[in-house]
């Protein structure tokens, strides 16, 4: 069995489990880790995580970061200028994290998001050298009120995430979903 689909299980697993109303914010993340390398196996399987969430009774919606750059940047006044000097661009990514969340919000309206949602994130490598994934899942896990599942392109080891195992990871409260480990 692939290990996508290992995923999926593990995840199908966890999915059933009945959900507390009272857990915070952070306690409503779910990070389906997998292997960057896995990347175009698991965007061909997205639609099997919507299948067990809805076998679980709970609604379904995707949030894809995967264009928000390009988008963001060529919405820039001097988007020309950063091609041509990009040690111009880090004092605007805070801009970039703004962008995002409104994208994210309107998003959320617009489906008419409910307490018993999986909203899902796909594209989060994009972020890659440009947003930290913690500062971006700070930001959408208060405004989710079902479940934030994070489709997650890294590592994951001793509670500690490391995105495309490029730099230093970090903690986080969420709950982590491997193809290696049962739930």
Request: glycine fraction near 4%; aromatic fraction near 16%.
């Amino acid at each position: 069995m692939s290990r996508v689909k290992r995923l999926i299980q593990s995840y199908s697993k966890y999915i059933a489990v009945p959900w507390r109303d009272d857990a915070a914010a952070a306690q409503r993340v779910i990070f389906c880790v997998y292997n960057e390398a896995e990347e175009l196996r698991l965007r061909a399987k997205i639609d099997e995580f919507e299948i067990v969430t809805r076998q679980s009774n709970h609604d379904w919606a995707v949030f894809d970061l995967t264009d928000t750059f390009a988008d963001w940047l060529s919405s820039q006044r001097y988007a020309k200028s950063y091609f041509q000097k990009p040690h111009l661009l880090p004092p605007l990514l805070p801009k970039y994290l703004a962008f995002i969340t409104t994208e994210f919000e309107t998003f959320l309206q617009k489906n008419e998001i409910g307490e018993d949602t999986v909203v899902a994130i796909k594209g989060v490598g994009s972020l890659f050298g440009f947003q930290k994934v913690k500062e971006v899942v700070d930001k959408f896990a208060p405004m989710v009120k079902g479940r934030l599942l994070i489709f997650f392109p890294g590592s994951y080891e001793n509670n500690n995430y490391r995105l495309l195992d490029g730099y230093d990871g970090w903690n986080y409260l969420a709950v982590p979903i491997t193809a290696d480990k049962e739930f």
